[in-house]
């Protein structure tokens, strides 16, 4: 039912959800002044809907962040006290009937009943957030939604909030979770419920697969629009072109906020390195700051696999994947290494990458295979996972600098130079008689 405040007529929307529906005049008159009033009559197999509980999950799954509040009537039943009323005596008693009276009124419990309550709850309590200004947002409002959405008790170990603009409009926050969930790479059950799609902060669902891909099914968040409609179903989402957009804006949303941790480390790395120089120690005597954790390694640990797979599946975004791409060294000493601060500390007279893959860094740091390389002071990338093998296959090269294995026969760890060359030449020129001999 419902009653326009400018009609003096009240209308009843009716039907039985078979297509087919009437409009007529309310034959009870104007009982609702002004507004919407909706009743539902459920079917005999449907009772679980009137359990409020029921009623309010699915609000809690749907609805929780819709801006309007929403009711859910609960009932309680309590024990209140039975309210007697006293006929005055006709006969006056004595005193010591009247004490007698007053002990066995002490040792009788009072009557009580069983009462009713109706109350109303409010359901949806969580407020989007994603619709406010991240400026105006605490980082303990951001953590405390992460636990909200994703059940888990460990704060993320990143975020990013954005509002995309352009040809499609979406708001979205996206999490790097603290720690990677076990079944991160078993995709024989849907652990791929990763981001939570709102269309105009009504919940669609977060059980579609294409919003993010495989290797990147460790992020968590949210995402709302306004220009998907509100009863899409799921085989329409998987050909909607605003969705396509919006699934290519999220991976390099993704790609940026991981790199912003590796920029975050770097920066920190500069800092205390201005920091430990002569003359930033004579003005910052006094100076004590919290010392920094680098953020980075404890990422690449966790989910360092799911960039080595996005090498292999996502050709689009290889190159911003290779930077992301962190490996130890002959020598790094332990830590890790991108490809780019290698080539940054390359000799001119080195043209290539060299690398080598063993099952562990053990076996690889005990290889025969680097004593050549220790010898001629060239620095050799260590990999120790069996995808590295892949990764190889998929990016020949970074820089300009082709990636080469240490255990490739006749590999050449540096150029030699034209005096090198005129002495190879005129080796070659004074054995040539002999291995001519050798091979008639």
């Known amino acids: ?107 009788k419990e009072p009557e009580t009943k069983e009462v009713t309550k109706y109350n109303w709850e409010l359901a949806n ?78 919940f669609i669902t977060d059980e579609f697969k294409d919003l993010l891909p495989r290797y990147l099914n460790f992020i968590r968040g949210v995402v709302d629009s306004d220009d998907l409609p509100l009863n899409v179903s799921r085989e329409l989402l998987q050909e909607n072109r605003i969705l396509k957009i919006i699934k290519k804006k999220l991976i390099r949303k993704a790609l940026a906020m991981i790199k912003e941790i590796a920029d975050e480390d770097d920066k920190a790395k500069e800092d205390e390195e201005d920091k430990d120089s002569e003359e930033n120690k004579e003005k910052k005597v006094d100076e004590k700051k919290e010392e920094y954790k680098p953020k980075y390694p404890k990422f690449w640990d966790e989910f360092g696999k799911n960039i080595r797979l996005g090498l292999i599946e996502d050709s689009t975004n290889r190159a911003r994947l290779t930077k992301l791409l962190r490996y130890q060294t002959s020598k790094s000493n332990g830590k890790l290494t991108s490809l780019e601060e290698y080539v940054e500390r390359m000799p001119e007279d080195q043209k290539s990458i060299f690398y080598l893959i063993d099952e562990s860094m053990e076996k690889v740091k005990a290889s025969p295979l680097l004593e050549q390389a220790h010898e001629q002071d060239v620095e050799v990338i260590y990999m120790t996972d069996a995808i590295d093998e892949y990764v190889v296959g998929h990016i020949t090269e970074f820089s300009g600098k082709k990636l080469v294995s240490l255990a490739k026969e006749g590999v050449k760890l540096k150029e030699e130079s034209a005096k090198q060359k005129k002495i190879e030449e005129k080796r070659k020129a004074a054995w040539e008689p002999f291995t001519k001999w050798l091979q008639s």
């Open 1 to 107: 039912a419902s009653k326009h405040d400018d009609d003096e007529k009240q209308w009843v929307w009716e039907s039985t959800a078979d297509g087919n529906f009437f409009i007529y005049e309310d034959p009870r008159g104007n009982t609702l002044g002004r507004g919407t009033e909706l009743t539902l009559e459920l079917k005999k197999d449907a009772d679980e809907y009137l359990d409020a509980e029921k009623l309010k999950g699915i609000v809690k799954q749907y609805s929780e962040f819709v801006h309007f509040p929403i009711y859910v009537q609960t009932t309680t039943t309590e024990k209140v006290p039975v309210e007697k009323t006293e006929d005055k005596p006709e006969e006056k008693k004595d005193e010591d009937a009247e004490v007698k009276d007053e002990d066995e009124k002490k040792e």
């Open 125 to 202: 309590e969580n407020k989007p957030i994603w619709t406010r200004k991240p400026a105006d947002i605490e980082k303990d409002e951001y953590h405390k939604f992460f636990k909200a959405i994703t059940k888990e008790s460990d704060d993320p170990m990143y975020y990013t909030h954005f509002n995309a603009e352009g040809e499609v409009e979406f708001k979205s926050i996206m999490y790097i979770p603290g720690k990677a969930p076990f079944n991160l790479f078993d995709h024989t059950q849907n652990s791929m419920t990763n981001m939570r799609l709102y269309v105009r902060r009504v």
